[in-house]
């Protein structure tokens, strides 16, 4: 079988399971408990956390694990909207995850305004659209790359036109952009990602939440590594985050420009194949790639 599915999820990669491996078994301690064993999964937790904050320029304490992007995106949304008495306007893009679009179809039922911004040409976010409606919103939630269609969202443009107002915060799903393309936290207050997506542990998930922000948190009960997640700490998880993420930063520009030219390789070769179409975009991830074929009826499919 030839695998073509990593947009959904990736085999994970063996150095990365053997540490899991080797943390469960030589670090099974509670990290909360009062004993030799406990103080060395805490030194060992709090030295992943500083690596993964030190990789996005943030402070350790503003990272939160969870177990997927899944449950990072609903603790953004509803925590931020259950804490701040703040207008009950919240703007989206069309090209969410589902884990943002029944969260925002549930706030709905809740009062809340869920406004879907406009497209532009290219596919990406209609920015006037955007600076329409800012004014009247407490949250903007858009993912960075979109999971079907690989549109890169212009993540500085956003953020200039969040920025001018004030009472508004910007949560970005990063899933599909961590490790294959460049951005910066600057002007970002929740960033979501997934470890599974970088050929690590599945059911690890990471919300950075910045300082400023207050959330109300979705568990509550039981000691962790941060007041907004409740549950004992996972750390052979949290140690396989870390390393993921490193190998995940490592020479980002170069494996993007490489899975770029397999892309326009394909575009090329598929392009004398009058039923068959590959989305082409300008702003699209070379990483994510969709194929439509056409029908008896001459119309195309993905």
Wanted: charged share 25%; with cysteine; aromatic share 10%.
């Amino acid at each position: 079988m030839i695998y073509l599915d990593y947009s959904a999820t990736t085999k994970c990669d063996k150095d990365i399971l053997d540490t899991y491996v080797k943390v469960s078994e030589e670090y099974f301690a509670n990290s909360s408990s009062q004993y030799l064993l406990a103080y060395q999964v805490k030194d060992l937790i709090d030295t992943a956390t500083q690596k993964v904050a030190d990789l996005f320029s943030v402070k350790s304490s503003e990272i939160i694990y969870t177990s997927s992007a899944t449950e990072a995106n609903n603790t953004a949304i509803k925590g931020i909207v259950y804490y701040q008495n703040r207008t009950k306007k919240i703007i989206t893009s069309t090209k969410i995850h589902s884990s943002i679009k029944e969260t925002l179809k549930y706030m709905n039922t809740l009062g809340y305004e869920v406004y879907f911004l406009k497209n532009d040409s290219t596919g990406r976010i209609d920015l006037d659209d955007l600076k329409k409606n800012i004014m009247s919103a407490s949250l903007v939630t858009i993912p960075l790359i979109s999971s079907e269609v690989g549109i890169i969202e212009d993540i500085e443009e956003i953020k200039k036109i969040v920025k001018t107002n004030s009472r508004c915060l910007l949560h970005v799903d990063a899933t599909q952009a961590v490790g294959k393309i460049l951005f910066n936290m600057d002007d970002i207050d929740m960033l979501s990602l997934s470890a599974h997506k970088l050929f690590g542990i599945k059911n690890s998930g990471m919300l950075i939440k910045k300082e400023k922000v207050n959330l109300i948190p979705l568990i509550h009960g039981g000691l962790s590594t941060t007041i907004y997640r409740s549950g004992t700490a996972d750390q052979a998880s949290i140690v396989c985050m870390a390393k993921t993420l490193r190998k995940a930063f490592e020479n980002v520009e170069e494996k993007f420009h490489y899975v770029n030219k397999i892309r326009e390789d394909l575009i090329e070769f598929f392009a004398k194949y009058e039923k068959i179409k590959l989305n082409s975009s300008t702003y699209t991830s070379p990483y994510i790639k969709l194929i439509f074929f056409r029908n008896k009826n001459r119309k195309f499919y993905s």
